[in-house]
């Protein structure tokens, strides 16, 4: 049995495209918490974001016995300041304002657990530029996105009209939607090959 650990309608998506037969169990962790105790023993963005999805899977493995639970956790770095998802339309509106004309790194952790074992992990970096876009094109994408963004860390979806924000993007576009699939896929062709039976 295969378990997804995430309320994100994106990654349960993705597992529905690649037609992995799964099922959701969304994990309750204190991600704050956990995020400040790791930079204070010193982690670095992609170490937070795997440490959150390992954190997930274990929660959720330890009620589903011998299921093989997926753990996925996303961390938006710019800099040396991470950014998490906006409360509301005005912080979406914030966040795009200290992104906008620079370059962040978005990265994506998935990690494999069953019963509270750690079977496989692996982070993914992706750089994303955004232009010196205007206050009127900010507001406009943010009409058009409305609280779609509200579920997105950085205040923008790359699948969406926050294209237009944009001057470059270089990385794994399962990454930027925040799920490696590809490194997950062949993970899962390894340690439960029947999954791909069916």
Same mark, same amino acid.
């Given at each position: ?8 309608? #994106?990654?349960?998506? +993705? ?53 093989? /639970? ?17 409360? #509301? ?13 620079? #370059? ?20 993914? #970096? ?17 009409? +058009? ?12 979806? @790359? ?24 490194? +997950?896929? /062949?993970? @899962? ?10």
């Amino acid at each position: 049995m295969l378990i997804l650990a995430s309320r994100s309608p #994106t990654r349960k998506s +993705l597992l529905q495209q690649a037609k992995l037969p799964f099922s959701v169990d969304a994990a309750s962790v204190d991600e704050r918490t956990l995020e400040a105790e790791a930079l204070r023993g010193g982690a670095d963005a992609a170490e937070v974001a795997q440490l959150l999805a390992q954190a997930k899977a274990r929660a959720v493995s330890v009620n589903h016995s011998g299921a093989l /639970a997926i753990g996925a956790d996303q961390i938006l770095a710019l800099g040396e300041t991470l950014l998490h998802k906006p409360e #509301t339309m005005a912080d979406a509106a914030g966040q795009l304002d200290r992104l906008r004309g620079k #370059t962040h790194r978005l990265h994506a952790a998935v990690t494999l657990v069953r019963d509270g074992k750690v079977l496989w992990s692996d982070v993914q #970096t992706a750089e994303l530029t955004m232009r010196t876009f205007s206050d009127e094109e900010r507001d406009q994408v943010l009409r +058009l996105e409305g609280e779609e963004v509200l579920h997105s860390v950085g205040s923008y979806r @790359l699948e969406g009209p926050s294209i237009r924000l944009f001057e470059a993007v270089c990385g794994d576009y399962f990454t930027i939607l925040g799920l490696p699939l590809l490194p +997950l896929l /062949a993970a @899962l062709r390894d340690i439960a090959p029947e999954l791909f039976s069916a």
